[in-house]
């Protein structure tokens, strides 16, 4: 079956720290792949996604690339902010299929000023 | 591009009650999902329409609940005889369906969630 492992949290960094959340894969078949974020209290936002590999999707700050060869979808940013605080989820579908959605169990992230 | 609505968005029950939770999805989106967060976790798949047909159903999702789309766009999700155990988010999503821009717009859309609390 597919599943996703993601690094257990929490994770506590100062503000301007050096983020890296590791994600690894299990998937039958070629998957996309997607880190989405849960503010405190929200549902999901949809942070970055990469549907082949070497791609590398990016938005706000953040960037994983999709790297096929080791099955990993790693999370990093240069610089987290106060506001980046939330938990952050690793998942991913499966083209061809219903395009369900398998989640890794989610990494809190907290960044103290 | 409203994104995907859920209400309520809170809901506290007392057990055995019926609960009924409503989804709007993204107006062109035809596939629609339920999934239910417990607290600590990623959520979890409940279940599946295309359109209005439901195609797939998880073991998690007991007698006790039921889904519906009636017309293809919005969706309710009910839960029966509430128990202790159903209190979690219940998150619906929308996607478009390969065919249609699924290649360059593969992911789920997700709505705020609606949390349920069991008493």
């Known amino acids: 079956g597919n599943s996703v492992t993601q690094m257990e949290g929490p994770v506590t960094l100062s503000e301007e720290a050096f983020l890296t959340i590791n994600c690894t894969y299990t998937?039958?078949?070629?998957?996309?792949l997607f880190w989405y974020v849960q503010y405190p209290g929200e549902g999901l936002q949809l942070l970055l996604k990469?549907?082949?590999?070497?791609d590398k999707g990016s938005n706000k700050g953040f960037e994983a690339t999709y790297r096929k060869e080791t099955t990993s979808f790693h999370l990093e940013k240069g610089s987290v902010q106060v506001s980046d605080s939330a938990v952050y989820f690793c998942?991913?579908?499966?083209?061809?299929?219903?395009?369900?959605?398998?989640f890794g169990i989610g990494t809190k992230l907290q960044v103290i000023p | 591009d409203t994104g995907v609505s859920q209400n309520p968005r809170h809901k506290i029950t007392k057990r055995g009650q019926n609960v009924t939770f409503r989804c709007d999805p993204i107006s062109e989106h035809n596939r629609l999902y339920w999934y239910r967060q417990t607290l600590g976790q990623g959520p979890e798949f409940l279940t599946y329409?295309?359109?209005?047909?439901?195609?797939?159903k998880s073991r998690l999702l007991s007698d006790r609940f039921s889904a519906e789309r009636p017309k293809g766009s919005f969706s309710t999700l009910e839960i029966q005889r509430t128990e202790q155990g159903d209190s979690a988010m219940y998150l619906c999503a929308s996607s478009l369906a390969q065919g249609t821009g699924w290649t360059s717009r593969p992911e789920a859309f997700f709505g705020q969630g609606t949390r349920l609390t069991v008493v």
């Open positions: 998937a039958t078949g070629y998957p996309s």
């Open positions: 990469a549907t082949k590999a070497d």
């Open positions: 998942a991913l579908t499966i083209p061809g299929g219903y395009q369900k959605v398998t």
């Open positions: 329409f295309q359109n209005e047909a439901q195609l797939e």
